[in-house]
């Protein structure tokens, strides 16, 4: 049975906690925030509690780092140099020397490195890529409304990198043009942005990131020679449409459109990706198996980056 330590149990902190509780081949023993109320959110009488993660760090296995961004670096590395396997929150860290220096001192321990990209492990997006072919065209749409905890980093490094990092994934070809607009509005940083990609292989990428909106939305399109592929993270739905047939109907004082086709919808067996990231953490520690996976993971933080200094952030 691994043992497993939650280091930060703010928003996905506190997720992570609950999905720990009750997991296949792992426990929860321990956990550490600053936080007094964060640390009573977590129930169960045999987990122990503290501010400090050094009270307990070589009681577990692994650990599950979830605190903010800039805290990154300095609390991994202190996990992996005492032997432990961490599951860093995405993103990885805020600069690229930080990263690289993170994954060679986990390759150097040998102890697993994964990052929170919660969307690879939702069960649509792997339902998804089973019909991709040669996709022309992705467009990707992640918004919701501000929310002041996620102030510090852009909205780049707050919401878009997850289509970036699947955007990488599903396009095996390099990007050769790259191109991006932004604006602030809630915060000192970026809150809207859209970014165009274009990749050698012909397919174009077009990202639409907020976090100034209404609604909560996100959602992926892909258009193909002969179909357009829709996904919706939150609800875990995919449709394919393909057309049929089309005709213009003009009468004495309008003009009508009609278009005919067949919209199949895919069936998805829907869990909890988050629960899902943390089993396949469990099992990477369990197996030595996929420890590490830097030039994923490493790149989309490249092209992440890349994006902010096109928009005058770094």
Request: aromatic share 4%; proline share 3%; charged share 20%.
């Amino acid at each position: 049975m691994i043992k497993l330590g939650i280091i930060g149990l703010g928003h996905m902190g506190g997720y992570h906690a609950n999905v720990s509780t009750n997991l296949t081949g792992a426990h929860l023993t321990a956990v550490a925030d600053p936080s007094e109320k964060n640390l009573t959110k977590v129930k169960g009488t045999h987990i122990i509690k503290t501010h400090d993660y050094k009270e307990w760090i070589d009681t577990v296995d692994g650990v599950i780092i979830a605190v903010p961004t800039g805290m990154h670096h300095a609390i991994a590395s202190d996990c992996i140099r005492r032997g432990k396997h961490v599951l860093l929150e995405k993103p990885l860290t805020n600069n690229i020397a930080d990263a690289h220096a993170l994954v060679n001192l986990a390759k150097e321990h040998n102890t697993a490195l994964h990052v929170g990209h919660i969307e690879r492990f939702n069960a649509a997006i792997q339902e998804l890529k089973k019909v991709i072919h040669e996709p022309l065209l992705i467009e990707c749409h992640r918004m919701g409304p501000f929310v002041a905890r996620v102030a510090g980093d852009s909205v780049i490094l707050d919401l878009m990198i997850h289509d970036i990092d699947l955007i990488l994934n599903i396009v095996s070809s390099p990007i050769i043009a790259l191109a991006a607009q932004g604006s602030k509005v809630h915060s000192a940083s970026c809150d809207i942005a859209n970014v165009q990609m274009k990749f050698a292989n012909g397919t174009v990428a077009t990202i639409v990131s907020s976090r100034a909106s209404q609604i909560k939305k996100r959602t992926m399109a892909i258009h193909q020679k002969n179909e357009y592929l829709h996904l919706d993270f939150t609800t875990q739905d995919i449709s394919i449409h393909r057309h049929a047939s089309s005709s213009i109907q003009i009468g004495s004082d309008q003009l009508k459109y009609r278009q005919e086709g067949s919209v199949e919808h895919v069936f998805v067996y829907k869990d909890n990706p988050l629960k899902l990231e943390i089993e396949h953490f469990v099992k990477s520690i369990q197996s030595g198996a996929a420890l590490v996976n830097p030039e994923q993971d490493v790149r989309a933080l490249e092209i992440t980056f890349e994006i902010e200094r096109l928009l005058g952030l770094r």
